[in-house]
């Protein structure tokens, strides 16, 4: 158990919908990232929050956004869904920021299929 | 492309014969780290190498780093059914990208 929680776990809806990905971080981890695995385009680094704050950005669409909130935990809106988001989303956590980075944790992955 | 990327991108070997797979970067680095995934579960550290370690050692698990060439390998000793898994290399810039992967098959 890497102490990173998503929710929830799997998740199947239709194309055009809206849903969102939560994650709880380890305990003291201040730095969020969320990544997209698919089986053509591996895993994809979407964005990362350190302590509320936007750090870093990927390829994450214009469709897509996240927050993380005061008391850590993150979530991953998904809007306008097509069948090509249907994919693993995984969040993961960290102590340290910056270029150090240190190791990630990561939780078991949301399942999102869309129909 | 500030990933690693690892090599080869699938490897099949018998149980308890030893596993090598490499990861080549393009910039310099602060440090590279070692990651595995079981089939659809979430990717679990294995190693951190700092780019001034030359070797690192965790169980049967051998990581070197070559930072003149820009290369990292890790080499698991002695395979079980158990290490059947995707690794990953990861080069932490302002962002940390992973590669495609090595999916390793580990046969009885």
């Known amino acids: 158990d890497s102490g990173v929680t998503q929710t929830p776990k799997h998740l199947i809806t239709a194309t055009g919908q809206r849903v969102t990905l939560r994650c709880s971080p380890r305990?003291?981890?201040?730095?969020v990232y969320w990544y997209q695995q698919s089986l053509d385009q591996g895993l994809q680094f979407l964005i990362q929050?350190?302590?509320?704050?936007?750090?870093a950005k990927g390829n994450i669409l214009e469709r897509f956004s996240a927050q993380q909130f005061p008391d850590l935990h993150s979530e991953l809106n998904l809007s306008s869904l097509e069948l090509g988001d249907s994919a693993l989303y995984f969040c993961?956590?960290?102590?340290?920021?910056?270029?150090?980075?240190?190791?990630?944790?990561f939780g078991e992955g949301s399942r999102l299929t869309v129909l | 492309s500030q990933q690693g990327e690892e090599d080869p991108q699938a490897l099949s070997i018998q149980e308890g014969e030893n596993a090598t797979m490499n990861c080549s970067y393009k910039?310099?680095?602060?440090?590279l780290q070692w990651y595995r995934q079981n089939s659809g579960r979430g990717l679990v550290h294995l190693i951190l190498?700092?780019?001034?370690?030359r070797e690192k050692h965790s169980g049967r698990l051998r990581v070197t780093l070559d930072t003149s060439k820009k290369s990292s390998s890790l080499l698991i000793t002695a395979s079980r059914a158990a290490d059947t898994a995707s690794y990953f290399c990861?080069?932490?810039?302002?962002?940390?990208?992973f590669g495609k992967g090595t999916r390793l098959h580990i046969l009885p």
């Open positions: 993961a956590s960290s102590v340290v920021p910056g270029i150090e980075h240190g190791e990630l944790f």
């Open positions: 305990s003291g981890d201040l730095s």
């Open positions: 929050y350190y302590n509320g704050e936007e750090r």
């Open positions: 910039t310099s680095i602060n440090n």
């Open positions: 190498i700092r780019s001034n370690e």
């Open positions: 990861a080069v932490p810039y302002d962002k940390i990208i």
